[in-house]
Every structure is written in C-alpha cells, then in structure tokens.
C-alpha cells in the first residue's frame, strides 16, 4: 500500500516535471467521485452535482473567517493540440511521423 503510494507520487513529479520543461499546462477539471460528470464551463460553480446530487466540495473549514472551496475529485486534463503542434514543427522528427 505505502509501496503503491510512494510509486504514484514519483510518477506524479516525473510527469509535472516533464510538463514543465516542455512548459505545457495541465488543466484541472472538476468531477464526480461516482463518475456522473465533469463540472465544464457553465457547470463549474455548482454545488451538486446534476444527476447523483452528491455534493462537489468539501465541508469549508473556516480560517480566519475566509474558507477556500476544494473539490472532493478533478482529473487533469492535457490538450494534444499544442503537442502535436510542437512535434509537427521540427522538420526532423515530422518526416518520420507519416
Ligand atoms: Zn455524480
């Protein structure tokens, strides 16, 4: 168990690392922890979600009177957009890509 913890958040650093030298940006998107939905555009300040109603945020912790929303679940989403576009710009490494 502390075994497969350990290997997640060495893999979490690697990739953030590895994003970050390339200097492309995960985006975080909010979910539900059953899997319903994703909370996207119009969707982001719910405060349940739409189908199951399970709540979106913890329980706020109140810190000298101001409290931070923190979602229960997000995954991180990363465009293949700007990946492609960086790999299609080196001419090297286009030619073996067909
Ligand atoms: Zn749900």
């Known amino acids: 168990?502390?075994?497969?913890?350990?290997l997640k958040i060495i893999a979490y650093l690697r990739?953030?690392?590895?994003?970050?030298t390339l200097s492309l940006k995960a985006q975080k998107i909010k979910c539900c922890e059953v899997g319903?939905?994703?909370n996207y555009k119009d969707d982001i300040d719910l405060i349940q979600?739409?189908?199951?109603?399970?709540?979106?945020?913890l329980p706020p912790k109140v810190q000298k009177g101001r409290f931070k929303k923190v979602?229960?679940?997000r995954i991180f989403y990363?465009?293949?957009?700007?990946?492609?576009?960086?790999?299609?710009?080196y001419v090297k490494f286009a030619r073996d890509i067909k």
Request: proline share 5%; aromatic share 10%; glycine share 0%.
């Open 1 to 6: 168990m502390l075994l497969d913890v350990t």
């Open 49 to 57: 979600f739409k189908f199951c109603h399970l709540p979106q945020f």
């Open 15 to 20: 990739t953030t690392t590895r994003l970050r």
């Open 71 to 73: 979602s229960l679940k």
């Open 36 to 38: 319903c939905m994703l």
């Open 78 to 89: 990363l465009s293949i957009i700007p990946i492609l576009q960086r790999l299609y710009a």
